[in-house]
């Protein structure tokens, strides 16, 4: 038979892993991976879009910054996004993935990247309230699996390369809520939203 002692120190140990257990489980609800409702809508006049908005190609026949919009706005949790770069124009490699305040209610520039509340990566540089403020040596390649992550609580994103595990992450100070912000640059130039 158990002393009390004993009781009481096991009883306060299963409330303590109990506890951990009900916020680690609370977390992770939080933490909402890409439903079927996150679609491209477009911005610029060189994309098309197909499979509900679930694939934006550049249609054009010449090279221009075109914006790609997620059709959801984020206010609150964190999202998980994940995009299958499927065509990269492997002359001149451009694209852009990070968000743009949705509070601003337009785009303010083009290339869309340059507006004030744009914050994301190019495939050379990183942009926070549009402006340039740092080169990397990007790894994306065609055919990778980008997960982009929207922390509206912590007011953070990040970017994964799931080929390389290369993550990148920084603080957005911009007005949620913010949506998904895409650039394709090359005739041809293709991204798909995964479920």
């Known amino acids: 038979m158990m002393s009390e ?6 009883l306060r140990n299963e409330i303590h892993r109990i506890q951990c257990t009900t916020n680690y489980i609370q977390k992770q609800m939080r933490i909402l991976e890409l439903s079927e409702n996150e679609y491209f ?9 197909e499979e509900n908005g679930k694939v934006a190609i ?15 706005s984020y206010l609150s949790g964190i ?7 499927e065509n990269l124009n492997s002359n001149h490699k451009y694209l852009f993935f990070g968000v743009l305040s949705s509070a601003t209610g337009k785009i303010q520039s083009v ?5 004030p509340s744009a914050y994301g990566w190019s495939m050379k540089c990183i942009y926070i309230k549009g402006i ?14 980008i997960e ?13 390369n799931k080929r ?14 913010w949506k998904l912000h895409c650039t394709i640059c090359c005739p041809g130039d293709r991204l798909r939203l995964l479920d």
Request: proline residues 2%.
């Open 111 to 115: 290339p869309s990247f340059y507006s």
């Open 148 to 160: 982009l992550e929207l922390n509206c609580d912590e007011q953070t994103i990040s970017l994964l």
């Open 5 to 10: 002692q004993r009781v009481q120190e096991y």
């Open 79 to 85: 999202h998980r996004l994940r995009i299958t770069i």
């Open 164 to 177: 390389t595990n290369k993550k990148m992450q920084m603080m957005v100070d911009g007005k949620l809520p």
């Open 132 to 145: 340039q403020i740092e080169e990397y040596d990007s790894d994306i390649v065609q055919e990778d699996v």
């Open 58 to 72: 550049h249609s054009g026949k010449q090279m221009f910054h075109n914006t790609v919009l997620g059709g959801n």
């Open 41 to 49: 809508t477009t911005a610029s006049y060189d994309v098309r879009l």
